[in-house]
């Protein structure tokens, strides 16, 4: 269970239930995206699986943790048999038996078995028998018996690890999909502005040409003008409408869904993430890294078992035997044919066994490339896993270098945006006292055009590269106050 905000919470189910009735799908919905964060964490594929996949390993560890209870088994049967001999009557004979049985098998190893066998025909002669076997060499030590239990624990941690990592995929996917869709968003609001603009050049040229201050060529460029922010505007619109469902997808909704998102302040988004120092990056990159806790969980865990259970194979089997048996006295002498249960208590009448079982393994080759095939398996695994801290060491010193740097991009594309309104503007008013023709205010246009462009991009990427870093130190959840509750 994911916990967070209860007022987000109850949001997020509303726009949920809402979103998945089909009776208000004309009527469009205003989402977040603190609210399609909370809905992704919900209803996304990839967190429903993960969640699915946790509660099979729960299931598997206690199926594992269940092998060493007191174990309950209890077999019944009944029968009649008709004979029909030459010279004598017809017989019937019936038979009656009931089997209880309580077994166990301790972390060391022991089985131990209780059986009760009740059989019941003319007479009723039951008995009890203990049997216990314990291996002394192979299959010996609670770390050899308990191998499958310790694996399933170790399966358990890492599912529930997957489920944490999924929720930071899955909400850093849901961030960089609306921060695409309000580039989009803002990308268009630009291509309108230049459209108005340059219409007003339009409007302008024609009022010169009339008043015979200009040339009537000179209508077509600033027309072209116009047609171009058409084109861009509507390449921007069928862009638009395309991250638009990437981020219905990301969330986890139907791409049918009337969604409305309300507007996004990048500068506020901006502040929510912090930039750590270099080193600390490095560290927690290794101490968050989901993949990486698993690779040492299964390089300490598995594997390192793995090889101990292949050596544990190749060792002698020496296992100790014995039973304890009382009843079924059925033609002893003095006891009648129908001991009852006064013949389970009877002591003269048991048996006891003892004994040794050895067997020991000659050229056992199978065994010996069983342990090769598991120490080299530990010896790359540790290689591996070296590498992946190296790997991971770069991810956050390049995740932390794109950060300091997009961040300098963005402080000169905002100087450069600024800048270039002004010499905008300035070429805008010489064209209206006619100190420029309307090519020199045309290239002025795109000029400012690419700057905003520019500007915009360099915001959406310094802030996805803050987004980025934050999924690679492992504070995604944090930044979101988003908490995994497993039950």
Same mark, same amino acid.
């Given at each position: 269970?994911?916990?967070?905000?209860?007022? !987000?919470?109850?949001?997020?189910? &509303?726009?949920?239930?809402?979103?998945?009735?089909?009776?208000?799908?004309?009527?469009?919905?205003?989402?977040?995206?603190?609210?399609?964060?909370?809905?992704?964490?919900?209803? =996304?594929?990839?967190? /429903?699986?993960? %969640?699915?996949?946790?509660?099979?390993?729960?299931? *598997?560890?206690?199926? $594992?943790?269940?092998?060493?209870?007191? !174990?309950?088994?209890?077999?019944? #049967?009944?029968?009649?048999?008709?004979?029909?001999?030459?010279?004598?009557?017809?017989?019937? #004979?019936?038979?009656?038996?009931?089997?209880?049985?309580?077994?166990?098998?301790?972390?060391?190893?022991?089985?131990?078995?209780?059986?009760?066998?009740?059989?019941?025909?003319? !007479?009723? =002669?039951?008995?009890?028998?203990?049997?216990?076997?314990?291996?002394?060499?192979?299959?010996?030590?609670?770390?050899?018996?308990?191998?499958? &239990?310790?694996?399933?624990?170790?399966?358990?941690?890492?599912?529930?690890?997957?489920?944490?990592?999924?929720?930071?995929?899955?909400?850093?996917?849901?961030?960089?999909?609306?921060?695409?869709?309000?580039?989009?968003?803002?990308?268009?609001?630009?291509?309108?502005?230049?459209?108005?603009? @340059?219409?007003?050049?339009?409007?302008?040229?024609?009022?010169?040409?009339?008043?015979?201050?200009?040339?009537?060529?000179?209508?077509?460029?600033?027309?072209?003008?116009?047609?171009?922010? =058409?084109? %861009?505007?509507?390449?921007?619109?069928?862009?638009?409408?395309?991250?638009?469902?990437?981020?219905?997808?990301?969330?986890?909704?139907?791409?049918?869904?009337?969604?409305?998102?309300?507007?996004?302040?990048?500068?506020?988004?901006?502040?929510?993430?912090?930039?750590?120092?270099?080193?600390?990056?490095?560290?927690?990159?290794?101490?968050?890294?989901?993949?990486?806790?698993?690779?040492?969980?299964? &390089? !300490?865990?598995?594997?390192?078992?793995? +090889?101990?259970?292949?050596?544990?194979?190749?060792?002698?089997?020496? *296992?100790?035997?014995?039973?304890?048996?009382?009843?079924?006295?059925?033609?002893?002498?003095?006891?009648?044919?129908?001991?009852?249960? *006064?013949?389970?208590? =009877?002591?003269?009448? %048991?048996?006891?066994?003892?004994?040794?079982?050895?067997?020991?393994?000659?050229?056992?080759? +199978?065994?010996? /490339?069983?342990?090769?095939?598991?120490?080299? @398996? +530990?010896?790359?695994?540790?290689?591996?896993?070296? /590498?992946?801290?190296? *790997?991971?060491?770069?991810?956050?010193?390049?995740?932390?270098?794109?950060?300091?740097?997009?961040?300098?991009?963005?402080?000169?594309?905002?100087?450069?945006?600024?800048?270039?309104?002004?010499?905008?503007?300035?070429?805008?008013?010489?064209?209206?006292?006619? +100190?420029?023709?309307?090519?020199?205010?045309?290239?002025?246009?795109?000029?400012?055009?690419?700057?905003? $462009?520019?500007?915009?991009?360099?915001?959406?990427?310094?802030?996805?590269?803050?987004?980025?870093?934050?999924?690679?130190?492992?504070?995604?959840?944090?930044?979101?106050?988003?908490?995994?509750?497993?039950?």
């Amino acid at each position: 269970m994911i916990v967070c905000n209860i007022r !987000h919470v109850f949001t997020c189910i &509303l726009i949920y239930i809402y979103c998945c009735s089909g009776v208000f799908a004309a009527t469009p919905v205003t989402l977040s995206l603190d609210e399609a964060i909370l809905i992704a964490a919900r209803s =996304n594929p990839n967190v /429903q699986e993960s %969640q699915l996949s946790y509660v099979l390993q729960k299931f *598997n560890l206690h199926i $594992q943790e269940w092998q060493f209870d007191l !174990h309950y088994a209890f077999q019944a #049967s009944a029968g009649v048999t008709r004979s029909n001999l030459p010279q004598q009557p017809t017989s019937y #004979s019936r038979n009656y038996n009931i089997q209880p049985s309580i077994s166990l098998q301790t972390p060391i190893g022991t089985q131990l078995t209780l059986t009760s066998n009740n059989p019941l025909t003319d !007479h009723y =002669n039951p008995s009890l028998s203990l049997q216990l076997m314990q291996p002394l060499i192979r299959g010996f030590g609670k770390a050899i018996v308990e191998t499958a &239990l310790n694996n399933a624990r170790d399966s358990e941690i890492i599912s529930r690890l997957t489920i944490e990592g999924t929720l930071q995929n899955t909400i850093t996917a849901v961030v960089n999909a609306y921060l695409d869709v309000v580039a989009a968003e803002q990308t268009i609001a630009i291509d309108r502005d230049a459209i108005k603009r @340059a219409e007003q050049s339009v409007e302008q040229t024609k009022m010169y040409i009339k008043a015979g201050r200009k040339a009537g060529n000179e209508l077509v460029a600033v027309q072209a003008d116009v047609a171009r922010a =058409n084109t %861009q505007m509507e390449n921007d619109k069928n862009n638009f409408a395309q991250v638009r469902y990437a981020l219905l997808m990301a969330i986890g909704m139907d791409p049918n869904t009337n969604v409305r998102l309300t507007s996004l302040n990048i500068e506020s988004l901006i502040r929510k993430y912090s930039l750590p120092s270099l080193p600390v990056t490095k560290r927690l990159i290794l101490e968050n890294d989901i993949q990486y806790q698993v690779d040492q969980i299964v &390089l !300490h865990g598995p594997t390192t078992r793995a +090889l101990m259970v292949a050596k544990d194979n190749t060792r002698w089997q020496l *296992n100790l035997e014995a039973n304890v048996a009382t009843g079924n006295v059925t033609g002893v002498p003095n006891q009648g044919q129908n001991a009852g249960i *006064n013949g389970l208590f =009877n002591t003269s009448y %048991q048996t006891q066994g003892i004994g040794l079982t050895l067997q020991i393994p000659i050229a056992d080759q +199978l065994t010996k /490339q069983g342990v090769v095939n598991a120490e080299i @398996a +530990l010896k790359q695994a540790a290689l591996a896993l070296m /590498q992946e801290k190296w *790997n991971k060491e770069t991810s956050a010193i390049n995740g932390w270098n794109n950060v300091v740097s997009a961040k300098r991009a963005l402080q000169f594309a905002e100087n450069a945006a600024r800048l270039q309104k002004k010499t905008y503007t300035i070429s805008y008013q010489k064209y209206l006292h006619g +100190l420029i023709d309307s090519l020199e205010l045309q290239s002025a246009q795109l000029q400012l055009i690419q700057a905003q $462009q520019v500007l915009l991009r360099e915001k959406i990427s310094y802030l996805k590269a803050l987004v980025n870093l934050d999924l690679l130190v492992g504070n995604t959840l944090r930044t979101w106050n988003i908490k995994v509750r497993l039950q």
